[in-house]
């Protein structure tokens, strides 16, 4: 299983509401029907933010959304990234994604998961 993680910009001059209605709507949608491999796919929405530490002076996160998707392959995207994303599927989701992002601010983020037991959570004791 390969897991891509992307950090995705709005369109200048589009409100959150948009990219969100937009992203859930038009695109999810149309890059499950076009990714092969793909089998599962999160969006998670930045509604607010803070600093962990109080005092310090940070600019806003450079991006609006964390997408997640996981592809039924082995190997790394470089590997793999012209069985994942074919030139055709490419140039359809780059079409639409001048609807709603801001392409140059995008990034990929190659990453390493760990997962907790959720049995070690205190939390999750009886």
């Known amino acids: 299983m390969l897991k891509l993680t992307f950090l995705m910009k709005r369109k200048?001059?589009?409100?959150p509401e948009e990219f969100r209605d937009y992203y859930e709507n038009h695109h999810a949608p149309l890059a499950a029907t076009l990714c092969p491999h793909l089998v599962?796919?999160?969006?998670?929405y930045?509604?607010?933010?803070?600093?962990l530490a109080r005092s310090a002076q940070l600019p806003e996160p450079g991006f609006d959304c964390i997408t997640e998707c996981w592809y039924d392959v082995e190997g790394t995207w470089e590997d793999r990234k012209?069985?994942?994303?074919?030139a055709d599927v490419f140039r359809q989701l780059a079409a639409d994604e001048e609807n709603f992002l801001d392409r140059?601010?995008?990034r990929l983020l190659m990453t390493s998961e760990e997962v907790s037991d959720?049995?070690?959570l205190l939390g999750n004791r009886s």
């Open 12 to 15: 200048e001059g589009m409100s």
């Open 46 to 51: 930045i509604t607010d933010w803070q600093p």
């Open 40 to 44: 599962h796919c999160t969006r998670t």
């Open 104 to 106: 140059r601010a995008n």
């Open 82 to 86: 012209l069985d994942l994303l074919p």
């Open 118 to 120: 959720p049995a070690t």
